[in-house]
């Protein structure tokens, strides 16, 4: 049997992880990236992200959020362990788990916890070694992990080198005019690529490149802005406090961050989100006051009403599929997610109901 040939367009963390899937699957795969994978290029969300695999406030999401976010969560040690022994790049998955600071909705907390087999504790913020300015009743998740996104990318790449993925990097692809079934596909520069299958996951650019073919697709860039630092003595595990968090590396680094910024394809950083994000960074660590910010970064999340992607079958277009719109939990999806697509564009049966993720006519 001749293999399918499928074409991934966009190599953020969807793309690669889609192209993993496609070829475990035995299909030739290319993925084609106007930037550089796995390097920080100019806003891809992949790169930038703070690499917890959870859906931060998961009681605040819908079904179809959190299937993708727990089936997703639930790959990654096996997923990480297996790049790690088969490339040799370590992601530094990371069992630290969350502490939850107030205020948040303790209850529908707990109660969310107990329907889903999370573990979840009552415990007092002080014996964090933090400051909670909002009371000392907070609670830990001792499951939540982390992993982080630049490993993880370069360790994805690596192994889709290995295993003969054909990387077209510094390579555009122009957007979408109406057709019936696609075959081929421009470049910017006037080249022409074919393929059986086409993926989509192009992030926050996906709506750009699609518009004219799915104008109900809902996508749209919201940047996130995140500080780096190195304290004298870090955290043990991340704190969240009222959508901010702190996400301490082994290696001494500590995170801080993020924003939600509807600001379009503005990729850059302010002195205004600086000192926002500083300000609650000291306050949760007052240890942080007057330590350099070592980098400060930003990033334009795929952003999708509800946080809900679309995974489907282009509803008019033949061999035209979509992984894209992950919005906050990309990373945290993403193996659930490409495990979807690649049964879609196999005609096999689908882990997951897709019917959620459907893109709408
Ligand atoms: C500050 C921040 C913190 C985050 N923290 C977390 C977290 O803790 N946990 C979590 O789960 N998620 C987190 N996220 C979200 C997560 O990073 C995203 O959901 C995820 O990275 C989206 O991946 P993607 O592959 O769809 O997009 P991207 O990584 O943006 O990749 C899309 C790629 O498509 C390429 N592309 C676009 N157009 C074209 C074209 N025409 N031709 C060729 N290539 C093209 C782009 O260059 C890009 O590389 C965070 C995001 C940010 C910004």
Not at 63 to 77: D, F, H, I, M
Not at 321 to 331: A, D, S
Not at 337 to 359: F, H, I, K, N, R
Request: glycine share 8%.
């Amino acid at each position: 049997m001749t293999k399918q040939k499928v074409i991934v367009v966009g190599g953020g963390i969807v793309g690669c992880m889609t192209a993993m899937a496609l070829v475990k699957r035995g299909c030739s795969v290319t993925i084609v990236e106007r930037n550089q994978i796995a390097s920080q290029n100019s806003g891809e969300s992949s790169w930038a992200g703070g690499g917890i695999i959870f859906p931060l406030l998961p009681w605040m999401y819908s079904a179809p959020v959190n299937a993708l976010t727990n089936s997703g969560a639930n790959a990654y040690k096996a997923l990480s362990q297996q790049l790690q022994h088969e490339t040799g790049i370590g992601c530094d998955f990371d069992q630290s788990g969350m502490l939850l600071l107030p205020n948040f909705d303790a209850e529908a907390a707990q109660t969310w916890c107990a329907q889903n087999q999370l573990p979840i504790q009552a415990v007092k913020a002080s014996a964090f070694g933090v400051q909670s300015s909002g009371g000392e009743n907070a609670h830990w998740l001792p499951t939540v992990c982390q992993i982080r996104p630049p490993f993880l990318m370069q360790a994805l790449r690596q192994w889709l080198i290995q295993n003969k993925v054909t990387m077209l990097e510094r390579t555009e692809l122009v957007p979408l005019k109406q057709t019936s079934e696609l075959n081929t596909w421009q470049t910017v520069n006037g080249g022409t690529l074919a393929a059986d299958q086409f993926v989509v996951t192009s992030g926050a650019w996906s709506f750009e490149l699609l518009k004219d073919t799915s104008a109900k697709l809902n996508i749209k860039p919201m940047r996130g802005q995140i500080l780096l630092y190195k304290p004298q003595k870090n955290l043990e595990q991340i704190v969240f406090k009222e959508g901010f968090y702190l996400i301490p590396r082994r290696d001494g680094h500590l995170l801080a961050g993020s924003t939600l910024e509807d600001v379009g394809f503005d990729t850059g950083v302010t002195e205004a989100v600086r000192n926002e994000i500083s300000a609650k960074a000291e306050a949760i660590m007052p240890a942080l006051k007057g330590m350099p910010i070592i980098k400060h970064w930003s990033g334009l999340r795929p952003g999708t009403p509800d946080n809900l992607p679309t995974i489907s079958a282009h509803p008019t277009i033949k061999n035209l599929y979509l992984n894209t719109g992950h919005f906050r939990y990309g990373l945290t999806m993403a193996p659930a997610s490409a495990a979807l697509v690649a049964a879609l564009v196999l005609g096999e049966t689908s882990p997951l109901d897709v019917t959620p993720y459907v893109c709408k006519k």
